[in-house]
């Protein structure tokens, strides 16, 4: 479940320079520890996701799975994203506190 509040973070977060999109540009800042946050599409691929989870596991990144590619993509003013990495801690935290409401059906 995703929401109108979470994307608009999303465009944001895009809009200040924050945001880093596509699987080569996210891999390559999470190896760097540029990476806060990274945001995985639902419809990304079980092999991505296990890539993923597997890079920010051992980095301690959190890491949301939720959206679709086009929700994703265009909430940052893009085509399809399977892919977001935040590499800002207030964003990070802006995100994860609205990603938690959400789950807990606090903002819908």
Partial sequence: ???D????????CQKAGKMISGSMQCES?????????????????????DEFTH???????????TGDKDELGSAIGKHSR????VSD???KKLLLKKYQEIQHGGDR
């Fill in 1 to 3: 479940m995703i929401n």
């Fill in 5 to 12: 509040k979470f994307l608009s973070l999303l465009g944001l």
């Fill in 29 to 49: 800042a999470v190896r760097s520890g540029k990476v806060h946050l990274l945001i995985i599409s639902e419809e990304a691929s079980e092999a991505t996701i």
């Fill in 55 to 65: 890079l920010c596991t051992n980095r301690n990144i959190p890491l949301i799975i």
């Fill in 82 to 85: 399977t892919l977001l990495a």
């Fill in 89 to 91: 801690p207030v964003f």
